[in-house]
């Protein structure tokens, strides 16, 4: 069964509050603060499955929690920001933010998103996919490149194991989503899937393998199998 440990970091009470509450009675374990600092303390002292923050925070910004965790943990982060602004939601992902929501929201939707993250499977002990030096055990949230560990946020992971469990096949962008956020619709700004693309390839390029997803104009995505690589 899927650890189901959450981190809020939260504020306003009046979000917090109600998503504490709705949280636990979806069985979740839930730590809460209200703080930068405090809320860092937390995550150090036992990484939790899933980290929900709230952008605006007395001490700083949710954005110092995302590149703080980012530097040390790919656990997926949740952003709640009350700037409807593409630029921020851009900038949040960048940094490694997994969602960025934009208040105010439903609680239940929040819940939800935090259960798409919980759920996602852990596949057979022994799996590893292996392409061009690059190794990913799944099951291990662990990505090496020639030996060396490749530091991805959990949705970049899981795009890179969706292409690479169909190395060869193309991947639609629906498909790609499907595998992000599972039964649940793609956040409403459209190129949230893109900037999560961007960010992997960079990182892919930055361990000498530029061009390993592939775009096909108008269908989707694919990692060619290393057989067909010549073919350019």
Known sequence: MPRRDILLIAHDSQLAEPLHAALEDAGYHVRAAASVMSGLTLAWEALPSVVLVERELPDGSGRDVVTRLRGRSAVPILVLTARAVVEETVELLALGADDVLVKPVAVPEVVARIGVHVRRPHHLHDERLV???????????????????????????????????RQGHILSRTDLAHAVWGGHEMPTYSNVLDVHLNNLRAKLTAVNLPGMIRTVRHVGYVIRRESEDHLG
């Open 131 to 165: 392409h061009r030096g690059l190794v990913i055990w799944p099951h291990r949230h662990l990505v090496t490149v020639h030996g060396e560990v490749l530091a991805l946020t959990e949705t970049e992971r899981v795009i890179l194991v969706a292409l690479l469990r």
